[in-house]
């Protein structure tokens, strides 16, 4: 009997296929890692969710309303008539909170007059009820109307829960919002464009 040690023999062709199916398992593995941990670097559109929101007001027209989004909240721009800003001091004793003196919010300093505006034709606040976060609804237009009262001056109502704001966001007694609508830091660029977000130049 022989002593001899018999080598296997080895099918180079299969060698050669195993390695490739490795290599592709290898690169296949890689490709879906760097879409799994893309997900941890921050989008374009999350970088931006906190950057200033500049905005052309030059075509709001007295009466009307804008909304654009900032830090993933809707900030409206209200251009006031005559009448709207006239009305503002009159209603007084029947707010909660006329001077905007309660902390709960951050109010910048340019905001506590009763316009709680920059420029008092243009109001610009979150439209964010603080009571339970939902969004009011434009009551414009004055005069009985379903859920107002009548001698209603125009402003915001809640449909949620009833709290009603008038044309600066300032919020009516006795209602379930805790306080008025927040006031975002704003400044303006020019007469027609207006920043959101920062105030550095206020």
């Known amino acids: ?7 296997p023999t080895v099918d180079q062709s299969r060698r ?30 999350a970088r931006a969710a906190g950057a200033p929101v500049r905005v052309d007001i030059s075509a709001l027209q007295p009466g009307e309303k804008m909304t654009v989004e900032w830090r993933g909240k809707p900030v409206w721009i209200v251009r006031r008539t005559p009448e709207q800003l006239a009305a503002l001091p009159k209603l007084d004793p029947q707010l909660a909170d006329p001077n905007s003196d309660r902390k709960a919010l951050p109010m910048p300093a340019y905001a506590k007059n009763p316009a709680r505006a920059i420029k008092p034709e243009f109001f610009v606040g979150v439209g964010i009820c603080p009571h339970l976060g939902c969004s009011p609804s434009d009551k414009f237009q004055t005069g009985a109307q379903p859920s107002l009262p009548d001698d209603w001056m125009g402003g915001f109502f809640c449909p949620c829960h009833g709290s009603t704001f008038d044309m600066a966001g300032r919020v009516y007694k006795n209602k379930p919002s805790p306080d008025n609508l927040e006031v975002p830091p704003h400044m303006y660029l020019s007469d027609t464009t207006l920043l959101i977000g920062e105030d550095k130049a206020a």
Do not use: H, K, L
């Open 1 to 7: 009997m022989s002593d001899a040690t018999v080598e």
């Open 16 to 45: 050669t296929w195993i390695a490739i199916t490795c290599g592709a398992g290898a690169v296949g593995g890689a490709a879906v890692a760097v879409p799994f941990v893309s997900t941890f670097a921050p989008s374009e559109r």
